[in-house]
């Protein structure tokens, strides 16, 4: 027998047992079986299928993710055994062999699909688009710079076909060219007056970042809140839904001005009902001055006790009397809402009620030398 002749026989022998194999197995290479899914487990899901023996779906030809046991599930067999007695199957090929040419059309209309990242490899990261796999080039994740593409792994995100290889059967996509489209769809409608809700996406020293659908805005420091803000964070969180409404839009420079606090009720505006003169609060000292002491009564609400208010006896400095975080009680002497001025005293609340007490208790006021109308303020 010469070289092609045994060649020949070999291939029989291989075809011939391929054929005896299917046929005791039930099923076929390339053949696409419904089966109920038996097990699941690290390695993949266990399906029952025509035939001797279970077929067998591993974790990266699995594309339904939250398939459990009980389901049926459609795969193609890429392999009538896998080592282990299993028929080796694959979702993945079945779906992507319908969806290819809904990808295609995808690509040409100019369509954006649902993608999930699978996998990060050199220079990009590998995802799942209707069941095709799809690459996505690391500068086409983000409109940044994507120091850590594993971040996106297991991520479902909206992207753009932006390469479409027919021969091989290969698709490249891009998030950013999305977010670009997305961004470009924002600015036509964005207008000074509008509220609408964002996400805040960073926190500067000076700010927050608002992302207010595929545009970011600036909430200045100054206008998360009425009350004095040290750092963004006192107030809000990456990943918070947040309103804000748009103050400011300058299309040339693309930036966004935003405030929060335009939302929120602005404190002067009922200070007169709230603090009417003559009632006495609680409050605390927020600042000191050489002319007094600057007296938080809710955030955003400031009155000022002048030094001569500051303590029933005459003192030096307003440090002699109270000091910064302090917890006072305030008599409610002015208020001014246009020029946003209240003015306060802490002698005259603590004399108020020092009287009250005295009464309660049975005694004349005025008959106490210490309090009596002629005795003067820095007396001992």
Not at 191 to 201: C, L
Request: proline content about 3%.
């Amino acid at each position: 027998m010469n070289d092609i002749e045994n060649i020949q026989a070999t291939e029989n022998t291989e075809d011939f047992g391929a054929m005896l194999e299917a046929e005791e197995v039930g099923v076929h290479k390339g053949q696409v079986v419904s089966g109920m899914i038996q097990l699941i487990n690290d390695e993949g899901v266990i399906v029952d299928i025509p035939g001797k023996s279970d077929g067998l779906i591993k974790k990266n030809d699995l594309v339904t993710q939250d398939c459990k046991v009980g389901d049926m599930i459609e795969a193609e067999v890429v392999n009538m055994n896998d080592g282990d007695g299993y028929v080796l199957l694959s979702e993945r090929k079945v779906l992507a062999t319908r969806n290819w040419e809904k990808l295609v059309s995808e690509h040409d209309e100019g369509s954006s699909v649902e993608a999930v990242g699978r996998e990060a490899v050199n220079g990009g990261l590998i995802a799942d688009v209707m069941g095709v796999r799809a690459f996505i080039p690391a500068s086409h994740l983000s409109r940044r710079y994507v120091e850590n593409i594993g971040e996106f792994v297991g991520k479902t995100m909206t992207v753009k076909i932006i390469e479409v290889d027919r021969t091989k059967h290969r698709i490249v996509a891009s998030r950013r060219a999305f977010l670009q489209e997305e961004k470009q769809k924002a600015w036509e409608t964005i207008e000074v007056g509008q509220v609408v809700t964002g996400i805040v996406r960073r926190l500067t020293d000076f700010g927050a970042f608002v992302d207010i659908g595929g545009v970011d805005g600036l909430v200045h420091v100054t206008d998360l809140a009425w009350h004095r803000v040290k750092h963004p964070s006192d107030v809000v969180k990456p990943g918070q839904e947040v309103q804000v409404k748009i103050t400011g839009v300058d299309r040339d420079r693309e930036r966004i001005q935003l405030s929060m606090k335009a939302l929120q009720p602005q404190p002067w505006d009922t200070a007169e009902e709230k603090y009417p003169v003559g009632t006495i609060v609680d409050g605390k000292v927020v600042r000191i001055t050489t002319f007094g002491a600057f007296v938080e009564l809710e955030p955003g609400l400031d009155g000022l006790v002048h030094i001569s208010q500051c303590a029933l006896t005459r003192i030096a400095k307003v440090e002699d009397a109270v000091s910064v975080g302090q917890d006072v009680r305030v008599k409610v002497l002015k208020v001014d809402p246009e020029a946003k001025r209240i003015s306060l005293s802490i002698r005259e609340a603590a004399t108020e009620e020092v009287d009250y007490d005295a009464q309660v208790q049975g005694l004349d006021f005025d008959d106490m030398p210490e309090y009596a109308e002629d005795q003067p303020l820095d007396a001992e």
